[in-house]
């Protein structure tokens, strides 16, 4: 593949160096232009089928993983880290592509992310539920909590 110098405009290139990105979804090439030899980087990854997600109101919209990103966000500030949270996010899409499906709920979407941060952390998990469940009362955070502790493994007991 020939990719234009941002340099000089001509389409003589050689490839450098390549190799994966660290979440694995592109390939990072490091090119040289023949002519000039300016270096640039280019990413090359595969373009996935649209996935679309149909919302309560009916509305059919695109999946947006950043979209995905801004909600844990919004519930996990400060307790998990930003790449923590992309990893995630990562595997909400994955988990949704598995399905074999090119539409999703956005309830299908709300649970995933939810076992994401059941997994990740429970102040986190507790947080977003609080927004997608629609809480009315502390009885609702109380359903909540007890979920947690059922899910959680017994504490060890010092005699």
């Known amino acids: 593949m020939r990719v234009r110098c941002p340099e000089c405009g001509i389409d003589d ?12 979804a592109s390939i990072r090439r490091r090119r040289e232009c023949r002519v000039c030899g300016t270096r640039f980087t280019t990413f090359e990854r595969v373009e996935l089928p649209e996935l679309w997600v149909l919302k309560r109101s009916g509305v059919r919209m695109p999946f947006s993983r950043q979209k995905v990103l801004d909600g844990m966000a919004g519930a996990a500030k400060g ?14 899409e994955q988990s949704l592509r598995a399905g074999g499906t090119r539409e999703v709920t956005s309830e299908q979407v709300g649970l995933k992310v939810l076992a994401q941060l059941h997994d990740l952390d429970d102040v986190s998990y507790v947080r977003f539920a609080s927004v997608y469940k629609d809480f009315q009362g502390p009885e609702d955070f ?16 010092t005699a």
């Open 142 to 157: 109380e359903e909540a909590l007890l979920t947690l502790r059922k899910d959680a493994p017994p504490k060890a007991t």
């Open 79 to 92: 307790r998990v880290s930003q790449e923590e949270l992309e990893r995630a996010a990562a595997r909400v």
């Open 13 to 24: 290139d050689k490839v450098v160096d390549s190799r994966p990105t660290p979440d694995g």
